[in-house]
C-alpha cells in the first residue's frame, strides 16, 4: 500500500467512524433537550457536508500527490478542496448545536463549495478522486439551499 492509498484509506476510516458514531447516537437519547443527527432539522444538510468533506479530504490528498510529482495545475484544487474541508466541518459543528448562525454559514459553504466543484470539475475527467468532489459538492449545495 502506498502513501496515498494508506491516507485515503485513513480518511474514509475517520468518516466512516464519525458517521457511525452520529448513528448511534441517534439511538441513545440522554434528553430531548440534546438534539441529535437524525433529530436535527439540519440532519440531511449535515450529512451532506460530512460526506463533501470526506470527498473533499481525499481530493486534496490526491491533489498533494500529483503536486508532489510536478503537477501544477492541481494547487488550485488543493486551495479549493482545503475551503470545503473547513466550511463544511464549521457548518457540521454549526448546525449540530441548532446555531443562529446556521444559515449564513451555510449560504458561505454554498458558495465556497459552488467554487470548487468548478475547479474539480476541470480535472474529473481525468481523476475520479476530483469528480467525486465536484459530486459531493453539488451534493451539498443541493441540501444546504434547503437550510
Known sequence: MNRKELLQKAGMAVAVSGILSTLSAEDH?????????????????MMAAIHCQLSAEVCLSHCLTELGKGEKAMAACAASTREVISLCDSFVKLASQNSSFTKK??????????ACAKE??????????????????????????KV
Open 105 to 114: 454559514l451555510a449560504n458561505l459553504c454554498i458558495e465556497v463549495c459552488e
Open 29 to 45: 437519547d440522554h434528553s430531548s433537550a440534546m438534539p441529535t443527527a437524525g433529530k436535527s432539522k439540519y440532519a440531511k444538510a
Open 120 to 145: 474539480c470539475d476541470k480535472h474529473a475527467n481525468h481523476h475520479a478522486v476530483c469528480k467525486e468532489c465536484r459530486d459531493s459538492c453539488l451534493a451539498c449545495v443541493k441540501e444546504l439551499k
